[in-house]
């Protein structure tokens, strides 16, 4: 990666025949209008990914399998999950020391790039082969961040909300919305900070086998953002929920059900249709990207902002 990395979300898909690389909602062949993506220049040291035009695309469908029954094989074993969100932080240690320590997250990996000048730290409750994890990037002499007003917050599953807002408190941690039922419903929430400011939910769902288990953006067209995730990722849209009561709506997109895997909350407040990226996660324009896998391929959201 090259210096400066900015934050991103990657997610993984079942291998595709080696032949023209394509990304759609489900069996490629079965699809109209699949981007073909193909290689450029190096931004980052893994490249980033550009769509060429709808007809060469569809020239290449044809060739990603070799017929209607290897395009249902690839769909039925459809194992893509989101893999890692990527974000900076002013201090690795301390956020590593307040991840482990307050939010029970395990150090998986630690990788120092010198000749980039940045260090990478993997957290998260699992191994990164089965489990979404965080991977946090220290850019070295950068020790504050701007986390703008795109990015809401993380979502983190537990046993007993109340019992880990006192542990959070006591280790000096902010916490932000007191435990207690969400309003209108029964789950059991709390809302606390980490040392960089990025704001976690803490939802009390006890034997959830995937702990960070949603990451909430704020876009300003949600049936834009939905698109998006539908068309270029795969996702599917879980559900969506109107609040006119307090003037927002939100849609839950995924690869499975809420309980069992790392879904996107995407947030829309009435009205409001563009927010601060700030420099830390979420820029979609020049440095910024979000990464997604086939095989873990990365894919630039910059090439997708307009859509």
């Known amino acids: 990666m090259a210096a400066g990395r900015s934050g991103t979300v990657a997610c993984a898909a079942p291998a595709v025949p080696r032949r023209p690389l394509l990304l759609s909602t489900a069996a490629a062949a079965l699809q109209p209008g699949p981007v073909r993506l193909s290689r450029s220049g190096s931004g980052t040291a893994a490249g980033k990914l550009r769509a060429s035009p709808p007809d060469a695309a569809q020239a290449a469908t044809a060739a990603a399998f070799a ?14 999950r989101l893999l890692h969100v990527v974000y900076r932080v002013g201090d690795l240690d301390r956020t590593i020391k307040f991840y482990t320590e307050c939010l029970g997250m395990k150090l998986l990996r630690k990788r120092d790039i010198p000749e ?18 965080v991977e946090l990037t ?23 909300v109340a019992k880990i807002v006192e542990l959070i408190r006591a280790k000096g941690g902010k916490v932000t919305r007191e435990a207690g039922p969400v309003k209108g419903g029964k789950t059991v929430i709390a809302f606390v900070e980490d040392p ?7 939802i ?20 834009r953002a939905i698109s998006f995730y539908e068309k270029a990722c795969g996702m599917e849209l879980l559900r969506k929920r109107d609040n006119p ?15 069992k895997n790392a879904v996107l909350e995407l947030t829309y407040n009435y009205g409001v249709t563009e927010y601060g990226k700030g420099n830390a996660y979420a820029q979609v324009k020049r ?3 979000i990464s997604f896998s086939v095989v873990l391929v990365y894919w630039s959201w910059s090439q997708h902002a307009d859509t």
């Open 245 to 259: 009561e307090y003037k927002y709506t939100v849609a839950m997109m995924g690869y499975g059900p809420e309980d």
């Open 67 to 80: 017929g209607e029954e290897e395009a249902f094989a690839w769909a039925k074993n459809d194992n893509r």
């Open 196 to 202: 960089d400011g990025y704001k976690f939910e803490i």
């Open 138 to 160: 220290y850019n070295y002499g950068v020790d504050k961040y701007d986390v703008g007003a795109g990015f809401g917050h993380f979502g983190v599953a537990v046993d007993d």
């Open 287 to 289: 440095h910024g990207w």
């Open 116 to 133: 980039e000048k940045y260090t990478n730290a993997f957290l998260g409750y699992g191994s990164e082969d089965s489990h979404f994890v």
């Open 204 to 223: 009390e769902r006890p034997g959830t086998p995937e702990p960070l288990c949603q990451v909430m953006l704020r876009v300003g067209d949600l049936d």
